[in-house]
């Protein structure tokens, strides 16, 4: 009686460790990791798309005139969405420019979300600022990040965006505003474009006296 019961202590503890060595080999290999991370996210975004539709329901049931406060939850789980699936992407492209991917992400929705707002209050455009400010450094952070130049040329392209969105800035606070006063943008225009074209002379003059002190020395 004894002996049967240890060998079925035995087979119950052979059984225990298969099954443990199984799931540690399941653990060790890429493609399981691959599969539950892909479930992972397919279940969340099922569990975000319901929370949001539940919020929707909600807001036409209580207060279907007021702020569309639904789009609130939906930007967060918007941004939690994407940078789950971003930290879980192996795209070798989405992994070396994760950052400038992230930002993009979160300007956009947050760009939207601001003019929804904006839209919705009815009040003075007061969201072109932010989501102007947001484009130049998405524009900027671009430049750094994927412009094959040299430190000086990357300079001068920061200039030139900066130049640009200042500029629309300026102009639309102008446009927008009540009553409209003196339209100063028509001096900020030149002011800043021969800041600009100086930039421009200056790095050129720099690059042409480099070349000439390297052909000499060659």
Not at 4 to 21: F, M, R
Not at 115 to 142: A, K
Not at 178 to 194: E, H, I, K, N, V
Request: hydrophobic share 40%; net charge positive; proline share 5%.
């Amino acid at each position: 009686m004894s002996t049967q019961q240890n060998s079925t202590d035995a087979s119950s503890v052979k059984s225990t460790v298969n099954h443990a060595i199984n799931r540690a080999r399941q653990s060790l290999n890429p493609e399981s990791k691959d599969l539950s991370s892909k479930q992972g996210t397919r279940q969340l975004g099922y569990l975000l798309s319901v929370v949001n539709i539940f919020f929707l329901m909600m807001y036409f049931l209580i207060s279907p005139l007021s702020l569309p406060w639904f789009i609130y939850p939906l930007y967060l789980s918007g941004l939690l969405y994407g940078v789950v699936l971003l930290g879980l992407s192996k795209s070798p492209s989405v992994n070396a420019n994760k950052r400038l991917y992230l930002n993009g992400l979160f300007s956009s929705l947050t760009s939207l979300m601001l003019v929804v707002t904006n839209e919705h209050l009815g009040s003075t455009p007061w969201s072109i600022t932010p989501v102007l400010l947001m484009g130049l450094g998405l524009s900027v952070h671009y430049i750094l990040e994927k412009s094959q130049s040299d430190a000086p040329t990357k300079l001068l392209y920061t200039h030139a965006t900066a130049y640009v969105f200042g500029n629309v800035l300026l102009f639309s606070r102008w446009a927008y505003s009540s009553p409209r006063g003196f339209p100063y943008f028509l001096l900020t225009l030149p002011l800043f474009g021969a800041l600009l074209g100086g930039h421009y002379m200056m790095l050129s003059y720099i690059e042409q006296k480099l070349e000439e002190k390297n052909s000499k020395k060659q």
